[in-house]
Nanobody, 121 residues
Framework: QVQLVESGGGLVQAGGSLRLSCTASGSLFSINTMGWYRQAPGKQRESVAVTTRGGRTNYPDSVKGRFTISRDNAKNTVYLQMNSLKPEDAAVYYC???????????????WGQGTQVTVSS
């Protein structure tokens, strides 16, 4: 069984910073892609940062220059550094991973339970 656990969410004022982390654990063989998605009330879930095992990253224009994704492959952990936060960044942030389970040769998608980010103005 594989689990993704997020942490680091909280309440900050506009202009502040937060650092989210997500660790994958369990009987996994390798992780291909990891990323962060967010969902605000009444809106669809959207990608905010994605990185491949090889280090490729991509961000939507809404967060580019403010958010930075990084990963520690040895620890199966991905981070999201969020700076210059805006009220519109408030959402539940979900960790995502596409990975291969140990002893199996099939890749699959996994999601964390989410961590709340609240930004006050």
């Amino acid at each position: 069984q594989v689990q993704l656990v997020e942490s680091g969410g909280g309440l900050v004022q506009a202009g502040g910073s937060l650092r989210l982390s997500c660790t994958a654990s369990g009987s996994l063989f390798s992780i291909n892609t990891m990323g962060w998605y967010r969902q605000a009330p009444g809106k669809q879930r959207e990608s905010v940062a994605v990185t491949t095992r090889g280090g490729r990253t991509n961000y939507p224009d809404s967060v580019k220059g403010r958010f930075t994704i990084s990963r520690d492959n040895a620890k199966n952990t991905v981070y999201l550094q969020m700076n210059s936060l805006k009220p519109e960044d408030a959402a539940v942030y979900y960790c995502y991973a596409n990975l291969r389970i140990l002893t199996r040769f099939i890749d699959g998608d996994y999601w964390g339970q989410g961590t709340q980010v609240t930004v006050s103005s």
